[in-house]
């Protein structure tokens, strides 16, 4: 099988620091000292020259942006740092401070302003800028389509940015990237992988001296940890960032004092909890930033339901709930009508209690929504829950006519807490399920046609190449005739998992059907996949799966690679071409790729 090399993707060369844009080419780095030095210099404008002090202008301006959140600072210093690049004609800088500029839409609750401002300039800034400034750009489009409820659309382009990232020196751009990633997952609740990205954000921080960007992501990881159960794990990670030194009065560290809040009233330490909350109140009073008020609202209502009674907490609550319902935070929404119904279902007061879960169920949706499709089960859970409904309103009735009613009563509303926890536990399953195999855990070919449409649409309008191939596991009847099938299950869930390890996360890799699987690479042309499928190949042969006392190996497969444009511009018609060159691989002696021949005209 002829291995293929395959091209490091193009880009912009990192900018060579010099006294000019040094400053800035190191102010995420170390923020503190970067803001220190370009301040200097900017008090000091006649001892340096024009390029010097734009770029001192511009990391003044960002770090108010970024750190400070002082706008009108942030907005003084782009306009000052904007009027010097074009007087010297220094399109770098200009594209950077356009960048600043619509950041300050953004932040100013303008998103849609924000969002035409970058895509008008997002073709010049990919063709000019090196990946640790263009990231700048990209990062701010993620933003625009957060604050719009367009999450996928941003992290669609927060993976661009991460891959973009990958292919130069380690970066905190790229930190910050996963841990920007990590949130927007948290917010669809897709908590496993979000716990791993903000993991890694993590680790990578001890090179820098940056302790937002730290405490953004370990606030993530803390979420994400939530979201999965594990507790003693978030009570870590928020005593982990409580011990970093002048950490607590960074004004920026709101969503910090809010998950802070409540870890600690889940552990009881109510105190500690109370002292969080007091920080996210003066944090809000001295820093209206677009969230700030979502998490003090929680925060609170974290604090009263450890310590108040029932109708202070139901009040907290519902000021969490329309905070948060008002500025769009998806994650506070669920949290805050999930914790009211439960309480509310406690006093009795279950009409109440269930528009507080009918509230629930529509947010979680839209957190589904943004991911794969799950509309079949979701329609069965809302038939359920609307039979429910119906039951209980009819025992409410009755409820008034004698005392053996009112115990019908109490016995369907435990049926109805019930049903909405089964509703809560099969959403979540329902989440991996609808796109993932059972066996192998790979995707499957439910989430392929509804990615695939997305990714060929990326690739003709970037025009970029996208390849598919389809792999079959040579000889596998062997291994269920000789080990019975559930030594061939074994074997297929190690397969997949060896797959899935060695590839890019940008990579698709799913289970066809039986022992094939079909793997789609984004941005890669043919012989870069070729050079990928050799690699597979040779790891495969040395995978070694123990069975009993014996160990099965010597596994090997047969290939085809199919190129969009060349043999096809649907997923059908890659699969299809794909497919017959896979039979004449196998046929031709098997431990092979073979490409399929380009569509005539």
């Given at each position: 099988m002829p291995?293929?090399a395959?091209?490091?993707p193009?880009?912009v060369?990192?900018?060579?620091?010099?006294?000019?844009?040094?400053?800035?080419?190191?102010?995420?780095?170390?923020?503190?000292?970067a803001?220190?030095?370009?301040s200097?210099?900017?008090a000091?404008?006649r001892?340096?020259d024009e390029a010097?002090l734009?770029?001192?202008?511009l990391t003044?301006g960002?770090h108010?942006?970024?750190f400070?959140?002082?706008?009108a600072?942030?907005?003084?210093?782009l306009d000052?740092?904007g009027?010097?690049f074009?007087?010297?004609?220094?399109?770098r800088?200009a594209?950077?401070?356009d960048a600043?500029?619509?950041?300050?839409?953004?932040?100013?609750h303008?998103?849609?302003?924000?969002?035409?401002?970058?895509?008008?300039?997002?073709?010049?800034?990919?063709?000019?800028?090196?990946?640790?400034?263009f990231?700048?750009?990209i990062?701010?489009?993620?933003?625009?389509?957060?604050?719009?409820?367009?999450?996928d659309?941003s992290?669609?382009?927060?993976?661009?940015?991460?891959?973009?990232?990958?292919?130069?020196?380690?970066?905190?751009?790229?930190?910050a990237v996963?841990?920007?990633?990590?949130a927007?997952?948290?917010?669809?609740?897709?908590y496993?992988?979000?716990?791993?990205?903000?993991?890694?954000?993590?680790?990578?921080?001890?090179?820098?001296?940056?302790?937002?960007?730290?405490?953004?992501?370990?606030s993530?990881?803390?979420?994400?940890?939530?979201?999965?159960?594990?507790?003693?794990?978030?009570?870590?990670?928020?005593e982990a960032?409580?011990g970093?030194?002048g950490?607590?009065?960074?004004?920026?560290?709101?969503?910090?004092?809010c998950?802070a809040?409540?870890v600690f009233?889940?552990h009881?330490?109510t105190a500690?909890?109370?002292?969080?909350?007091a920080?996210a109140?003066?944090?809000?009073?001295?820093?209206l930033?677009?969230?700030n008020e979502?998490?003090?609202r929680?925060a609170?209502?974290?604090?009263a339901?450890?310590?108040a009674?029932?109708e202070?907490v139901?009040?907290a609550?519902?000021?969490?709930?329309?905070?948060?319902?008002r500025?769009?935070?998806?994650?506070?929404?669920?949290?805050?009508?999930a914790a009211?119904a439960?309480?509310?279902?406690?006093?009795?007061?279950y009409?109440?209690?269930?528009?507080?879960q009918?509230?629930?169920?529509?947010?979680?949706?839209?957190?589904?929504?943004n991911?794969?499709s799950?509309?079949y089960y979701?329609?069965?859970?809302?038939?359920?829950?609307?039979?429910v409904?119906?039951?209980r309103?009819?025992a409410?009735?009755q409820?008034?006519e004698t005392?053996?009613?009112n115990?019908?009563l109490e016995q369907?509303?435990?049926?109805l807490s019930?049903?909405?926890r089964?509703i809560?536990?099969?959403?979540?399953?329902?989440?991996?399920?609808?796109v993932?195999?059972?066996?192998?855990q790979?995707?499957?070919?439910r989430?392929l046609?509804?990615a695939?449409p997305?990714l060929?649409?990326?690739?003709e309008?970037?025009?970029t190449p996208?390849?598919?191939a389809l792999?079959d596991?040579?000889?596998?009847?062997r291994?269920?005739?000789r080990?019975g099938?559930l030594?061939?299950d074994?074997?297929?869930?190690?397969?997949?998992?060896?797959?899935?390890s060695?590839?890019?996360p940008?990579?698709i890799?799913s289970?066809?059907g039986g022992e094939?699987?079909?793997?789609?690479?984004?941005?890669?042309?043919?012989?870069?996949?070729?050079?990928?499928l050799?690699s597979?190949?040779a790891k495969?042969?040395t995978l070694?799966?123990e069975?009993?006392e014996?160990v099965?190996?010597g596994?090997?497969?047969?290939a085809a690679?199919?190129?969009?444009?060349?043999n096809?511009?649907?997923?059908?018609?890659?699969?299809d071409?794909?497919?017959?060159?896979?039979?004449a691989?196998?046929?031709a002696?098997?431990?092979?790729?073979?490409v399929?021949q380009?569509?005539?005209g």
């Amino acid at each position: 099988m002829p291995l293929f090399a395959q091209a490091a993707p193009a880009a912009v060369a990192e900018p060579v620091a010099h006294p000019a844009t040094a400053l800035w080419d190191g102010h995420f780095e170390i923020p503190s000292a970067a803001f220190e030095g370009a301040s200097a210099i900017v008090a000091a404008p006649r001892d340096h020259d024009e390029a010097t002090l734009a770029w001192a202008e511009l990391t003044v301006g960002y770090h108010h942006l970024y750190f400070t959140g002082s706008l009108a600072d942030a907005r003084r210093a782009l306009d000052h740092a904007g009027m010097r690049f074009i007087k010297l004609g220094d399109r770098r800088g200009a594209l950077l401070v356009d960048a600043g500029r619509a950041r300050l839409l953004i932040v100013e609750h303008q998103p849609i302003a924000g969002r035409e401002m970058l895509e008008a300039m997002f073709g010049d800034a990919r063709r000019e800028l090196a990946p640790r400034d263009f990231f700048w750009v990209i990062n701010a489009l993620c933003t625009t389509y957060f604050r719009t409820d367009e999450i996928d659309e941003s992290i669609r382009y927060m993976y661009e940015a991460l891959e973009l990232l990958r292919t130069v020196d380690l970066s905190p751009q790229l930190v910050a990237v996963l841990a920007n990633l990590a949130a927007a997952l948290v917010t669809v609740s897709d908590y496993a992988p979000a716990r791993d990205l903000a993991e890694e954000a993590v680790e990578l921080l001890d090179r820098y001296d940056n302790p937002q960007l730290l405490q953004h992501a370990r606030s993530n990881l803390a979420e994400a940890q939530l979201g999965m159960g594990d507790q003693a794990g978030a009570l870590a990670t928020v005593e982990a960032m409580l011990g970093e030194p002048g950490g607590a009065q960074d004004a920026t560290r709101s969503h910090f004092c809010c998950v802070a809040t409540e870890v600690f009233v889940l552990h009881g330490r109510t105190a500690d909890a109370q002292r969080m909350c007091a920080q996210a109140e003066a944090i809000f009073h001295s820093a209206l930033g677009h969230y700030n008020e979502v998490y003090l609202r929680w925060a609170q209502a974290c604090v009263a339901r450890d310590v108040a009674d029932d109708e202070t907490v139901v009040a907290a609550l519902e000021v969490a709930a329309e905070t948060a319902a008002r500025h769009r935070h998806i994650v506070c929404v669920c949290k805050a009508n999930a914790a009211l119904a439960d309480r509310l279902a406690g006093m009795q007061r279950y009409q109440e209690a269930f528009a507080a879960q009918r509230k629930l169920y529509d947010a979680n949706n839209f957190r589904l929504d943004n991911r794969a499709s799950a509309r079949y089960y979701l329609l069965r859970v809302e038939h359920e829950l609307t039979s429910v409904r119906a039951e209980r309103d009819r025992a409410l009735v009755q409820r008034q006519e004698t005392e053996a009613l009112n115990r019908q009563l109490e016995q369907l509303n435990a049926e109805l807490s019930q049903k909405m926890r089964e509703i809560e536990e099969l959403q979540a399953r329902l989440k991996r399920e609808a796109v993932h195999d059972p066996l192998t855990q790979l995707f499957n070919r439910r989430y392929l046609d509804s990615a695939m449409p997305g990714l060929i649409g990326s690739a003709e309008r970037w025009n970029t190449p996208l390849t598919l191939a389809l792999l079959d596991l040579d000889h596998f009847k062997r291994v269920n005739d000789r080990y019975g099938h559930l030594a061939g299950d074994k074997v297929l869930r190690r397969v997949g998992k060896l797959f899935s390890s060695s590839l890019r996360p940008s990579d698709i890799v799913s289970r066809w059907g039986g022992e094939e699987f079909c793997i789609v690479f984004p941005e890669t042309d043919v012989a870069g996949a070729g050079t990928a499928l050799a690699s597979l190949a040779a790891k495969l042969r040395t995978l070694n799966v123990e069975w009993g006392e014996e160990v099965i190996t010597g596994f090997t497969f047969s290939a085809a690679l199919a190129a969009h444009g060349a043999n096809g511009r649907t997923l059908d018609e890659l699969v299809d071409a794909a497919d017959r060159a896979l039979y004449a691989a196998k046929g031709a002696g098997r431990d092979r790729v073979l490409v399929a021949q380009t569509q005539p005209g």
